[in-house]
């Protein structure tokens, strides 16, 4: 690469959500065959539904615009109003969905501490509260697969197996977010269909990482989502002839799974470049997002941040001692060197 090459570069770092179509996945949405989803009628979200729903080894699925759609979906679903769900106090769910729960659904929650995925499924069980006169019934756990703030960690399929014990011996519905559970798949080989069967509701994104430019969908029985169609409508996510996307979401599944673990070892090699300055752990870096650390560096986030920028590489601030790295479809190898020489030089 020329260095005139290098300058203009722009390494986008902050999200996997940035991503742009492909050629070939806008190919895909523009010959996509369109019907009014809202009447049913859209084969190409219907065979969407319909793949995702057998990936996952249930009955049905149904598309939606956003991912926090989908989640608050499916907790209204298995948690009746003004009964609880519980989940870790970093959980998307209750961090970044705007108080949906509560102002949507009438759910309570309430949170136990984030530990990644380090979650102890006992701790869980001696939080639920059983039908009684004064206190919130306790209806639904959500976990999220991989976990976002917890800079992309894979919760064990054996930890997942203890907890769907727990949530079964308390009568608990067990809902997954799973907005990145593809890179759980390809990081730990875990088949999605296994996952599937653990959950009775999961909501995943065709966004995040996998290239579509929008779409989630809700995945649980065909009751659940027969049901849930009722719930999308009434909160406005109900589309027309959106089969354009879901043929974005049908392309992404083909083709941009496998690939993820390009974005894994990119993400690995960032982190490990970046060791030396005692801002990430590398081993816990094992999809694709890398959390920074700065606490002990001389360099706060926002002048990380502003650096980086101005050389061309965007990274997020998540607070003033922590930013975020995230690889994905539109950062290949060279985008990588670019960022860890940016990246070094800033931090030296
Ligand atoms: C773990 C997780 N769940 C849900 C969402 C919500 O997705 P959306 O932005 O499509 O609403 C996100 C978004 O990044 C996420 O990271």
Redesign the pocket.
């Given at each position: 690469m020329s260095g005139g090459d290098a300058a203009r570069m722009i390494v986008d770092l902050r999200?996997d959500?940035v991503t742009k179509p492909t050629p070939a996945m806008r190919e895909a949405m523009a010959a996509a065959e369109v019907g009014d989803d809202v009447y049913a009628e859209d084969p190409t979200v219907n065979a969407l539904q319909a793949e995702v729903a057998a990936l996952f080894g249930h009955e049905a699925a149904l598309f939606a615009?956003?991912?926090?759609?989908?989640?608050q979906i499916a907790i209204q679903l298995v948690v009746p109003r003004a009964d609880e769900l519980l989940c870790d106090a970093d959980a998307?769910?209750v961090n970044?969905?705007v108080g949906a729960a509560a102002a949507i659904g009438g759910v309570s929650t309430r949170t136990w501490p984030a530990r990644g995925a380090d979650l102890d499924p006992d701790e869980i069980a001696a939080m639920i509260r059983p039908d009684g006169y004064h206190a919130v019934t306790t209806r639904a756990i959500a976990v999220?697969q991989?976990?976002?703030r917890a800079g992309g960690a894979v919760l064990p399929l054996a930890t997942l197996e203890r907890l769907r014990s727990v949530a079964d011996d308390a009568g608990l519905a067990l809902h997954c977010?799973g907005?990145?559970i593809w890179h759980a798949h390809v990081a730990d080989g875990v088949p999605l269909a296994t996952y599937g069967r653990l959950f009775d509701t999961l909501?995943v994104?065709l966004?995040?990482g996998l290239g579509a430019p929008?779409g989630?969908l809700v995945v649980g029985s065909a009751e659940k989502i027969e049901k849930a169609r009722w719930i999308r409508k009434r909160m406005g996510g109900g589309m027309r002839q959106v089969g354009v996307l879901a043929a974005a979401g049908q392309y992404a599944l083909r083709h941009h799974i496998a690939r993820l673990a390009d974005d894994h070892a990119r993400a690995a090699r960032l982190a490990s470049a970046l060791a030396p300055f005692g801002v990430v752990d590398v081993e816990a870096v094992r999809t694709n997002l890398v959390p920074l650390d700065l606490t002990k560096s001389p360099v706060d986030a926002l002048a990380l941040g502003a650096a980086a920028r101005d050389a061309g590489v965007l990274v997020s601030v998540m607070g003033p001692h922590s930013a975020r790295l995230v690889t994905h479809l539109d950062v290949d190898d060279a985008g990588i060197d670019r960022a860890i020489e940016v990246l070094t030089r800033v931090l030296s």
């Amino acid at each position: 690469m020329s260095g005139g090459d290098a300058a203009r570069m722009i390494v986008d770092l902050r999200s996997d959500t940035v991503t742009k179509p492909t050629p070939a996945m806008r190919e895909a949405m523009a010959a996509a065959e369109v019907g009014d989803d809202v009447y049913a009628e859209d084969p190409t979200v219907n065979a969407l539904q319909a793949e995702v729903a057998a990936l996952f080894g249930h009955e049905a699925a149904l598309f939606a615009p956003t991912g926090s759609m989908a989640n608050q979906i499916a907790i209204q679903l298995v948690v009746p109003r003004a009964d609880e769900l519980l989940c870790d106090a970093d959980a998307h769910v209750v961090n970044y969905e705007v108080g949906a729960a509560a102002a949507i659904g009438g759910v309570s929650t309430r949170t136990w501490p984030a530990r990644g995925a380090d979650l102890d499924p006992d701790e869980i069980a001696a939080m639920i509260r059983p039908d009684g006169y004064h206190a919130v019934t306790t209806r639904a756990i959500a976990v999220e697969q991989t976990h976002n703030r917890a800079g992309g960690a894979v919760l064990p399929l054996a930890t997942l197996e203890r907890l769907r014990s727990v949530a079964d011996d308390a009568g608990l519905a067990l809902h997954c977010d799973g907005a990145r559970i593809w890179h759980a798949h390809v990081a730990d080989g875990v088949p999605l269909a296994t996952y599937g069967r653990l959950f009775d509701t999961l909501s995943v994104c065709l966004s995040k990482g996998l290239g579509a430019p929008v779409g989630s969908l809700v995945v649980g029985s065909a009751e659940k989502i027969e049901k849930a169609r009722w719930i999308r409508k009434r909160m406005g996510g109900g589309m027309r002839q959106v089969g354009v996307l879901a043929a974005a979401g049908q392309y992404a599944l083909r083709h941009h799974i496998a690939r993820l673990a390009d974005d894994h070892a990119r993400a690995a090699r960032l982190a490990s470049a970046l060791a030396p300055f005692g801002v990430v752990d590398v081993e816990a870096v094992r999809t694709n997002l890398v959390p920074l650390d700065l606490t002990k560096s001389p360099v706060d986030a926002l002048a990380l941040g502003a650096a980086a920028r101005d050389a061309g590489v965007l990274v997020s601030v998540m607070g003033p001692h922590s930013a975020r790295l995230v690889t994905h479809l539109d950062v290949d190898d060279a985008g990588i060197d670019r960022a860890i020489e940016v990246l070094t030089r800033v931090l030296s």
